[in-house]
């Protein structure tokens, strides 16, 4: 069963008419992005400061949003990549997810633009994230950060990024947090059975978000699908979180049990009553504000 709040956020979106959404031109996708997650978003929180800055990257100048909790220094950092199926979203709507995060992790929260498709495909997103963590992993202290406390968070397309980027920089990265992550391009597990239409992200728009990111390019490739990585042993420990009637639930859920099988540190929470795009949902449902003070305080012990 639905949450109720969860249920009437549903109700509305089903209401909306129109062509289904893996249909809606791009440019119009992201718009209506941008309006309906600042609508279910609110506000957020006050933090101590924000900051906008820039870090080189593989095609230039890679813009993020720095969040610092009121706390005194040297903080945590977190590299947070937003969701969006690597072709919507945007600093701007990821804002009141990310200032929560900083409060309730007690980290600098740096929220990473990366390139989307269709204009960049794979693996474009994946080199800029790459980038900016580990600039972050040398020059966190320029924002107040320890360079060597720095995680990588992101929910959806973000969490597949976070995963291969703590693949790529487990050396230096010390915790991953994955929110209902895309972790496999295949789309045949159960829960896409279940859930492939009404209940937000369908399993339609699902391939249409990965034929924009891939174009072409090999979906077995474990920078784009980290459930097919061979090499696992020794990522930095995880926090994987999944929502129940998700699409991506099963492939998230697959991924912790690898990672647990690499012996790998691995906390997994599956949110009961919950869809695939709860965690923005902070101006409408309480569950969202669970999750948050959950990944926070997960970040919040391994970091310090």
Known sequence: MLDPEIQAV???????EGPPAHEVPIDLAR?????ETALLSGPGEAVAEVADIEVPGPAGEVPVRAYRPDRDGPLPVVAYFHGGGWALGSIESFDTVCRGL?????????SVEYRLAPEHRFPAALEDCVAVTRWLTG????????????A?????????????????????VRFQALIYPVTDAALNTPSYRDFKERYGLTAEGMQRYWNLYLEGADGNDPDASPLRA??????????????????????????????????????????????????RWLARAHVTHRAIAEVGEALRRELG
């Open 230 to 279: 061979s090499d696992l042993a020794g990522v930095p420990p995880a926090f994987v979180l999944t929502a129940e009637f998700d699409v991506l639930r099963d492939e998230g859920e697959a991924f912790a049990e690898a990672l647990r099988e690499a012996a790998v540190p691995v906390t997994q929470r599956r949110y009961e009553g919950t869809i695939h795009g709860f965690w």
């Open 31 to 35: 718009k209506g992005h941008e309006s």
């Open 102 to 110: 900083a409060n309730a992790s007690g980290a600098i929260v740096a």
């Open 139 to 150: 020059q966190a202290g320029e924002l107040g950060g320890d360079p060597g406390r720095v």
């Open 10 to 16: 549903l109700d509305e979106m089903l209401a909306v």
């Open 152 to 172: 990588v968070a992101g929910d959806s397309a973000g969490g597949n990024l976070a995963a291969g980027v703590a693949r790529r920089l487990r050396e230096d």
